[in-house]
């Protein structure tokens, strides 16, 4: 149904045009309400509309190769989308859905000349909003490649976690093993030979075993949270890995269904150059 000429003096696209030409593209542009949920189009399906949000909001979401569910936008009150497959009259990139009650004003392309004629600016205002879509595009793309785990989890790494690595890695190496014996061989020293030093830990050394023990309470603990970590670390890599997997499966079943379909094509190439050669023995016998 159309829509209300003063409906559209509320849109922020249809701002600038005079009463006018407001209440002829009003004749033109049909109203269209969405209850919470109800999907608008999928992707794959013939384009032939835009649609400027007037209230509500409609989710916009494409499936990767994976099939996994990939949000582009949030499209809220005045703004637009469906703009791609109206202009190239190319099927539908993504599937749109409301995400609460909506009511949308559909333009076809007829409307949208109209629109373009009337109110320069409002080109300039749907171009803005490609250019929107575009770094959103871009913006997926670049997270969307195969992840390297090490930068994935360095990323969400806290001051507390890189600290209690670095003494994971220390208490594991050779460093600390050096100073470990130092210590332990002067303290020992010093409490049993004659050195001139006052005995302050005499022989069993019950504040070295005590020292030595919290020591041992506090390494563990530090080395079973970078355990933790590293295992967190695994389950990223092998999520990753089986992203990477899929993608190779499916550009593997790409490459057969091209070599299937070369190899049909050049079944039937032969089969009418056979036919040919057939006809060409025939006239010539």
Known sequence: MPCDARMLAQVEIFEHLNDEDRIRLAGLIDELNLSAGETLFNAGEPGESLYVVRSGEVELFIKDTAGQRIPLAMVGAGEVFGELALLDRSPRTATAIAMADTTLLELDRDDLLLLFESSPTAALRLLAALGRMTRKADELLRTRVSRNANEEVEENLSVVQRVVDWISWFSGSMWFLAITTIWFTVWI???????????????????????????????????????????????????????????????????????????????????????????RDSAAA
């Open 189 to 279: 020293a010093a409490n049993t030979l004659p050195l001139g030093v006052p005995v302050f830990d005499p022989y069993p050394f019950g504040l070295l075993t005590m020292i030595v023990s919290l020591e041992a309470i506090f390494l563990s603990c530090f080395v079973l949270i970078s355990q933790n970590r590293q295992a967190e670390k695994d389950r990223v890599r092998s999520n990753i890995e089986y992203e990477v997997n899929i993608k190779a499966e499916l550009e593997v079943a790409h490459l057969h269904e091209k070599t299937d379909r070369i190899y049909t094509e050049m079944l039937e190439r032969f089969i009418r150059l056979e036919k040919m050669l057939a006809r």
